[in-house]
């Protein structure tokens, strides 16, 4: 199958946000989230991003006493996917996911990685669209983001 990518909401609703959600599509062939995540989406996720139930409920209750519920399910839904990559953007959740071993990546990852694939001609725009639609970057990480465009 292949690696299977998990998402938070932070990266769906970013990518929403600014009418590049179909990157994930063009750039993943499996892409899953849990219930939870699609209610903080706040409205129905495409039908390419598939909605898997948690089995460990009890791992996302442990999860929830330090994270919200949508990256508690998320990172126990990576936790149970084997070959998974976890897109989650909140530095609290990275470093929860990183301590159990997960694979993560964050937003301006994907979109990092749909300039290499050719998919976007330059990172820029939707980096500045990002900001604009009140995605949180500190100058020095934004600096380093766009000084080979």
């Known amino acids: 199958m292949g690696i299977v990518i998990i998402s938070d909401t932070s990266c769906l609703i970013s990518l929403d946000k600014i009418g590049q959600l179909d990157l994930l599509q063009k750039l993943f ?8 995540v699609q209610v903080e989406f706040g409205k129905e996720l495409p039908n ?15 999860l929830e006493t330090i994270l919200d519920q949508g990256e508690a399910s998320a990172i126990a839904l990576a936790l149970e ?3 998974s990559l976890l897109i989650i953007d909140e530095k609290k959740g990275r470093k929860v996911a990183q301590n159990l071993n997960i694979s993560i990546i964050g937003t301006l990852r994907v979109v990092q990685m749909a300039k290499q694939k050719a998919i976007i001609d330059s990172t820029r725009p939707l980096i500045e669209a990002l900001r604009e639609a009140g995605f949180r970057l500190s100058p020095k990480i934004l600096d380093i983001l766009l000084k080979d465009e």
């Open 81 to 83: 996917t084997e070959s």
């Open 48 to 62: 390419w991003i598939r909605i898997q139930e948690v089995q460990n409920t009890s791992k996302v209750q442990e």
């Open 29 to 36: 062939q499996h892409i899953l989230t849990t219930r939870a």
